[in-house]
């Protein structure tokens, strides 16, 4: 069973930094893209960062320049740098992967998983 678990969030001051990690587990057989989503109090979950496994990279607009998403293979980890923080940055980050799993011999495309989010706040 696949899992992702979000660490590293916490209360930070306006135009602080904070590093994201996400540890995954289980059997997946390939990787398609691994991202970082948020949600604001209030407002739809978004997407923030996006790792394709071509090592391609995608950023909102709202935090190009400030963040940066990694990605270290031999430790099963996803990384989200911020830098330059702002309260509009404050929302539960989550971890999510897309890609194939094998399970019991059968492997199964087009899988989603997500972690259970780790809350960001930026406030003075």
């Known amino acids: 069973q696949v899992q992702l678990v979000e660490s590293g969030g916490g209360l930070v001051q306006p135009g602080g930094s904070l590093n994201l990690s996400c540890i995954v587990s289980?059997?997946?057989?390939?990787?398609?893209?691994m991202n970082w989503y948020r949600q604001a109090p209030g407002k739809q979950r978004e997407l923030v960062a996006t790792?394709?496994?071509?090592?391609?990279?995608n950023y909102q607009d709202s935090v190009k320049d400030r963040f940066a998403i990694s990605r270290d293979n031999a430790k099963n980890m996803l990384y989200l740098q911020m830098q330059r923080l702002t309260p509009e940055d404050t929302a539960v980050y989550y971890c999510?992967?897309?890609?194939?799993?094998?399970?019991?011999?059968?492997?199964?495309?087009?899988?989603?998983?997500w972690g259970k989010g780790t809350l960001v706040t930026v406030s003075s």
């Open positions: 999510n992967l897309h890609g194939t799993v094998e399970e019991g011999g059968i492997y199964y495309q087009g899988m989603n998983y």
């Open positions: 289980g059997s997946i057989f390939s990787i398609g893209s």
């Open positions: 790792l394709e496994t071509g090592g391609r990279k």
